[in-house]
């Protein structure tokens, strides 16, 4: 089962950010948190991890709480083409391990 | 340059016939995985593979067998194909030491 839990649906306004939250209450020490995306028929993509700094890349930041048992993950600018299904995944960062998706949340930007 | 690639990107197929799934990646990559999506969208995982050998063989029918003949390549064999193996089967590819995965377009198959 995921060890994560996410709104089920949210929409957004295009040109407005995009704040996808995530609970991770069991997380452990050395497991980081993932976001992937699903585009309508398409292979999830990765768009950013952490451990628990805040990280940020060209696609969206990460902000993790002190306590790291949540997160959010934001879109500054969201676009038509963010409309996908958002995952947040709890993992250790090493290969080999199976990433465990949950229904993930359904993000809606419309114009 | 497609990174991760399947062949064929959709196979329909009818019960009780083998049929195989090839993936490739050009990322230099060490780790392949195959993940089936069923038609209530859920991801799972079936297999991987690092390095050639076989690390996760989660509960799936021994009807399905992973072939690596080498670390850029993880097929998938399925034999005596059956109504609940339709589903999208994404492969996925990632380097030893992270765990960001990169995954091919799918490949829906359709068992008639």
């Known amino acids: 089962d995921a060890k994560t839990t996410q709104p089920t649906s949210m929409d957004c306004a295009e040109g407005r950010a995009a704040n996808l939250p995530c609970n991770h209450s069991?997380?452990?020490?050395?497991?980081?948190v993932y976001w992937y995306r699903q585009i309508h028929s398409q292979g999830p993509q990765y768009i950013i991890h952490?451990?628990?700094n805040n990280e940020t890349n060209e696609m969206a930041s990460l902000i993790i709480t002190e306590d790291r048992k949540s997160s959010t993950l934001i879109l500054p600018h969201a676009t038509l083409r963010d409309t996908a299904v958002y995952y947040c995944?709890?993992?250790?960062?090493?290969?080999?391990?199976?990433?465990?998706f949950g229904k993930g949340t359904t993000l809606s930007v419309s114009s | 340059d497609t990174a991760v690639s399947q062949t064929p990107k959709y196979l329909v197929t009818q019960m009780g016939n083998d049929k195989s799934i090839k993936c490739e990646q050009n990322?230099?990559?060490?780790?392949m995985y195959w993940y089936k999506q069923d038609s209530k969208k859920f991801l799972k995982i079936m297999f991987s593979?690092?390095?050639?050998?076989?690390?996760i063989n989660e509960t799936v029918p021994n009807r399905f067998s992973p072939k690596s003949p080498d670390k850029a390549h993880l097929n998938l064999h399925i034999n005596s194909l059956e109504l609940g193996d339709s589903a999208v089967y994404f492969c996925?590819?990632?380097?030893?030491?992270?765990?960001?995965?990169?995954f091919g377009p799918g490949t829906r198959l359709t068992v008639t």
């Open positions: 996925a590819s990632s380097h030893t030491n992270r765990d960001e995965q990169y």
């Open positions: 069991t997380i452990s020490g050395n497991e980081y």
């Open positions: 952490g451990l628990k």
């Open positions: 995944i709890v993992t250790f960062n090493q290969a080999g391990t199976a990433l465990i």
């Open positions: 990322l230099g990559h060490d780790t």
């Open positions: 593979y690092n390095n050639k050998e076989l690390i």
